[in-house]
């Protein structure tokens, strides 16, 4: 009896634990390719999509310094989801977390990242990561004030593992874009009226990287505008 139960225990254990190490494996992978990039800046080109308002593509410059500093600037207005443009993987994953194991298909591995501490910004966050490559072809995040923000990567032939594109799908609250800027946009008031919160895409596309050239502090001071969204009249 003690045997069988002791086979039984085997089957249902060993498989979780090499799921377990699996999950383990791919994010300390990823940790190891995204600390190669210390610093890097980029021109990007910003195509909004929200249901209510209406923006032209708009040219920016993005800055990024190791963990996690980030500055946008945007020719004209610009709106950003802060999930999208400014939430840096290698912080998420540096901090206390559990990686669960979900499942795969054709391409990607998908598991879940899970915050340890209680001062993180996000509740749960879903990796969907490609099974050659090792890379993060699309990753959901959800925190508690922004709701659920999706990302999808595009890469080309950079050397490191840097998207060319993303698309941030995302949740916005009306209410979190400054009265200032209403009027620089074209706004569907009816549509506007409908809900309190109301999705939305951004389509960001990068050329022009400089990798790991010095970029000093003092660029990233100035703060964001809104605590969900970055919005820029430069």
Not at 138 to 160: A, C, R, V, W
Request: aromatic share 10%; proline share 5%; no cysteine.
């Amino acid at each position: 009896m003690k045997s069988i139960t002791l086979f039984v225990f085997l089957i249902i254990f060993m498989p979780a634990t090499k799921a377990q190490s699996l999950a383990d494996s791919l994010v300390k992978h990823i940790i190891t390719n995204s600390s190669k990039v210390q610093s890097f800046s980029a021109d990007v080109l910003i195509d909004v999509d929200v249901d209510f308002i209406r923006i032209p593509i708009k040219k920016g410059k993005i800055f990024f310094k190791s963990p996690d500093k980030f500055k946008f600037r945007a020719t004209g207005f610009a709106l950003v989801p802060k999930k999208g443009l400014n939430f840096s993987m290698q912080k998420m994953l540096l901090q206390p977390h559990t990686a669960i194991y979900v499942s795969s298909d054709d391409t990607n591995h998908l598991i879940k990242i899970v915050p340890m501490t209680a001062d993180a910004d996000y509740v749960i966050a879903s990796l969907w990561i490609d099974k050659n490559l090792v890379r993060i072809n699309k990753m959901e995040i959800t925190s508690p004030k922004q709701g659920n923000s999706l990302m999808s990567f595009e890469y080309g032939n950079l050397p490191y593992d840097l998207p060319v594109s993303t698309k941030v799908s995302f949740d916005i609250a009306q209410i979190d874009i400054p009265m200032q800027f209403m009027g620089n946009m074209a706004m569907d008031k009816k549509k506007k009226d409908k809900s309190d919160r109301t999705s939305g895409n951004v389509i960001l596309n990068y050329s022009n990287f400089k990798i790991n050239g010095e970029i000093p502090d003092t660029l990233f001071e100035e703060e964001a505008t809104s605590d969900s969204l970055i919005v820029i009249e430069n």
